[in-house]
């Protein structure tokens, strides 16, 4: 059984540096798998909840955020979620053609 997966990501966009986790709404357990489709988020397609650590913000429309960067952001996360390791970082810039390579970590390691 596939449970509920939580990942931890760094999205950039310069000059920013925004810690988020993402929760992928779908699971193959049960009990899960019922309160998601209570919830209204079964579908064909998983949606992933992305949280604003700094901000305490949180939602599962990309389209809700009011920045480019966090709207960005979600859609290539929801996009790429399962091919996203934790820890990942996110650049926006990089996403958007703005830039030839993508940004490091602020951590100093990629």
């Known amino acids: 059984m596939r449970p509920l997966v939580t990942k931890a990501f760094e999205i950039r966009d ?3 540096s925004i810690p988020v986790i993402a929760t992928q709404l779908a699971s193959d357990e049960p009990k899960e798998a019922w309160l998601l489709m209570d ?3 079964g579908g064909t397609r998983p949606l992933v909840m992305v949280y604003k650590l700094r901000l305490d ?3 599962f429309l990309p389209c809700a955020w009011r ?3 966090m709207q960005t952001a979600h859609q290539y996360i929801e996009d790429h979620f399962n091919d996203l390791a934790t820890g990942s970082v996110i650049d926006v810039q990089f996403i958007l053609g703005e830039t030839a390579t993508p940004k490091v970590s602020e951590r100093g390691e990629g």
């Open 57 to 59: 913000e949180c939602t």
């Open 14 to 16: 310069s000059p920013l």
């Open 67 to 69: 920045a480019r960067t």
């Open 39 to 41: 919830g209204s988020f």
